[in-house]
């Protein structure tokens, strides 16, 4: 029987360099880029069961993403989106969030540097302090 194992989201980028640092450094992610030295033509992002691909592109898509329009969205368990979003909103702006959606987690989103709007959600046992979602 044919079993899928995974769905790999592929994000076209025209610096990949420079999307890959940014993954790396606010979302925590191991870069495996190709070719090894710049300028990289693609790049495989991992971290833990999560796995991610920028491709190059030379003809880059405008983009103005609008809340709840991601590219990625990234589940998280473990009890740790209060840390990762700490972090990350340390080094780089958040689009919308924290908030705690109708279904019960909790989200925020972020841009890339190319506006690739990513979604980081968790269900948290104590939701105290994060405000509810309007929508």
Request: net charge negative; charged share 25%.
């Amino acid at each position: 029987m044919i079993r899928f194992t995974a769905s790999v989201p592929v994000l076209r980028v025209a610096d990949v360099e420079r999307c890959m640092t940014w993954y790396r450094e606010i979302l925590g992610f191991s870069v495996d880029p190709s070719p090894d030295v710049a300028p990289h033509e693609f790049c495989i992002l991992r971290r833990d069961d999560a796995e991610l691909m920028l491709r190059c592109t030379r003809t880059p898509t405008a983009r103005t993403p609008a809340s709840h329009d991601w590219d990625v969205y990234l589940r998280l368990e473990g009890g740790e989106l209060t840390a990762l979003l700490d972090h990350a909103r340390a080094r780089t702006p958040l689009v919308r969030g924290p908030e705690v959606m109708p279904a019960g987690q909790v989200e925020f989103e972020l841009e890339d540097p190319e506006g690739h709007r990513i979604c980081v959600a968790e269900v948290l046992a104590d939701v105290t302090g994060f405000p509810h979602s309007v929508d």
